[in-house]
Nanobody
């Protein structure tokens, strides 16, 4: 039943910004924590950010802390990742994922369903 669609990726210069969106179809995010995970070519999937059901608790990878912000709009059944001061090492496919719990986790294996991903490329 879970169907996630990421959007907002693209090509951006170093120092630029992008905002990724994650939308659901055929279900809602009610009572779910949500996360963003990325994967660069030849690398393992890497935790990026997570947000609890009510949005009061967030967590970020150290590599993005202070530059990325995760948020959600439960009325719209949507999750966002605002990415500022982008660096070439941020280049990856970014996935949103659901966790059937109200609490956050930085463990990739704790997430239940995944979208198809959106490509982010940071290059001059």
């Amino acid at each position: 039943e879970v169907q996630l669609v990421e959007s907002g990726g693209g090509l951006v210069q170093p120092g630029g910004s992008l905002r990724l969106s994650c939308a659901a179809s055929a279900f809602t995010f009610n009572n779910y924590a949500m996360g963003w995970v990325r994967q660069a070519p030849g690398k393992e999937r890497e935790f990026v950010a997570a947000i609890s059901w009510l949005g009061g608790n967030t967590d970020y990878a150290n590599s993005v802390k202070g530059r990325f912000t995760i948020s959600r709009d439960n009325a719209k059944n949507a999750v966002y990742l605002q990415m500022n001061s982008l660096k070439p090492e941020d280049t990856a496919v970014y996935y949103c994922a659901t966790r059937r719990s109200q609490t956050i986790s930085d463990r990739i294996e704790d997430y239940d369903s995944w979208g198809q991903g959106t490509q982010v490329t940071v290059s001059s």
